[in-house]
């Protein structure tokens, strides 16, 4: 795995790109700074929420999130870049998200990542016990639970469906949204 | 990126080795599942092959990315969860049936 991520040689080496394309023609700064600038204001952790909160109150959406989650990114008009890939947390089963290469990660559903995703302790630690790094978060998962850790390692980026909490049937869908966290759509977190 | 479809020559539940490499070229198969078998889960869409597309020789082939799940035992010797990554077909070879292997 990378140890560190080294910003200025990729930096450069994107600068280079930026402006091979902006003098075939292709672009300007302005347009790249507005596409970025509009991107980034719009990727929140509400957007992922959103998602969560309209699967548990709309099986057909739920399923669809599951089966095609570009079509339910879409259907809501969220901002996302990346293929994605709900996976559905259940009685049995957990699920919690990696990148052990790198920091791959739905930004724009879930915003700028949190730093621990990108240190070496969580990509190193979670892949091999991932039930202690849980328990370090302070989440107790049930020993009777399997643990499925995904490693995002390709173009996918995952996005956990956290199980609706008990007792929250009276509540509406932003409601409902408001209790869903960045923690929980990663999978270190029960919500 | 495309929606196009490279053949791909897996089905779920094929069991598949990552194969050990070290290309000069950046690779997306981390070392932790290189020799290490695993079950092909599902296929994903295909993508260029990692390092291919950095050629500058026009655009890369598609080939198909495939999720793998290996068992924490095959890969750490211990624990009872799971690690699924996406992986290219090249970074794959079909394994048999591992448990033969095992135990000679």
């Given at each position: 795995?990378?140890?560190?991520?080294?910003?200025?040689?990729?930096?450069?080496?994107?600068?280079?790109?930026?402006?091979?394309?902006?003098?075939?023609?292709?672009?300007?700064?302005?347009?790249?700074?507005?596409?970025?600038?509009?991107?980034?204001?719009?990727?929140?952790?509400?957007?992922?929420?959103?998602?969560?909160?309209?699967?548990?109150?709309?099986?057909?959406?739920?399923?669809?999130?599951?089966?095609?989650?570009?079509?339910?990114?879409?259907?809501?008009?969220?901002?996302?870049?990346?293929v994605l890939r709900a996976v559905e947390n259940t009685r049995h089963v957990h699920n919690v998200v990696v990148c052990?290469?790198?920091?791959?990660?739905?930004?724009?559903?879930?915003?700028?990542?949190?730093s621990w995703y990108k240190s070496e302790a969580y990509r190193s630690r979670v892949v091999r016990e991932p039930r202690a790094v849980l328990a370090e978060f302070g989440f107790e998962l049930d020993p009777g639970v399997e643990i499925r850790v995904w490693d995002a390692t390709a173009e996918e980026r995952y996005l956990v469906v956290p199980r609706r909490p008990a007792g929250t049937q009276a509540l509406g869908e932003s409601e409902l949204a408001a209790l869903v966290t960045r923690a929980g759509m990663i999978g270190t977190a029960a919500v | 990126m495309s929606d196009a479809a490279a053949p791909s020559h897996l089905a779920p539940g094929a069991t598949v080795r990552c194969r050990a490499q070290d290309p000069s070229r950046h690779n997306r198969a981390p070392r932790y599942v290189q020799g290490r078998v695993g079950e092909v889960v599902e296929l994903r869409r295909s993508q260029p092959?990692?390092?291919?597309?950095?050629?500058?020789?026009?655009?890369?082939?598609?080939?198909?990315?495939?999720?793998?799940?290996?068992?924490?035992?095959?890969?750490?010797?211990?624990?009872?969860?799971?690690?699924?990554?996406?992986?290219?077909?090249?970074?794959?070879?079909?394994?048999?049936?591992?448990?033969?292997?095992?135990?000679?």
């Open positions: 795995m990378s140890t560190e991520h080294e910003g200025a040689p990729t930096a450069a080496r994107l600068r280079r790109l930026e402006e091979a394309v902006i003098e075939a023609g292709l672009t300007s700064d302005d347009e790249l700074d507005s596409i970025l600038e509009d991107f980034l204001a719009n990727a929140k952790p509400i957007n992922g929420a959103r998602l969560i909160a309209r699967a548990w109150v709309d099986d057909g959406f739920r399923r669809r999130l599951l089966s095609d989650a570009a079509s339910a990114v879409e259907e809501m008009a969220l901002p996302s870049l990346s052990t290469l790198c920091s791959c990660y739905p930004v724009g559903l879930l915003g700028p990542s949190p | 092959l990692p390092g291919e597309s950095l050629g500058g020789g026009g655009p890369a082939e598609l080939t198909p990315v495939y999720a793998v799940r290996f068992a924490a035992a095959e890969l750490w010797g211990a624990g009872d969860h799971s690690v699924t990554l996406d992986l290219w077909e090249h970074y794959l070879e079909e394994a048999g049936n591992p448990g033969a292997e095992e135990n000679p």
